[in-house]
């Protein structure tokens, strides 16, 4: 955590609310029947979904990028 100047909050917070969010979900699934589309189908879940989704890909994108400039380098040498 240290490499990549990750704090130790945000660890903690996630095992505290790991659990928690855990047993959400499996009530959510068992009201809905096993059925994923009930975390779609509602207009709050559905945004929520795709914040989390473009807030992964704005960190996960620069990474690749940079390792892709390397390896184009590496190639070019």
Known sequence: ???F??????LILAFV?????????R???LISKGSFTIFV????S???LA???LLLLSTVLPYTRK???EYDKLKED
Do not use: F, N
């Open 1 to 3: 955590m240290r490499k």
């Open 5 to 10: 100047g990750y704090e130790g909050a945000p």
């Open 17 to 25: 609310l790991g659990p928690i969010l855990e047993q959400a979900l």
């Open 27 to 29: 009530q959510s699934l």
């Open 41 to 44: 189908t509602r207009p709050i």
């Open 46 to 48: 559905a945004v929520s």
């Open 51 to 53: 914040i989390g989704g």
């Open 67 to 69: 390792r892709r400039g």
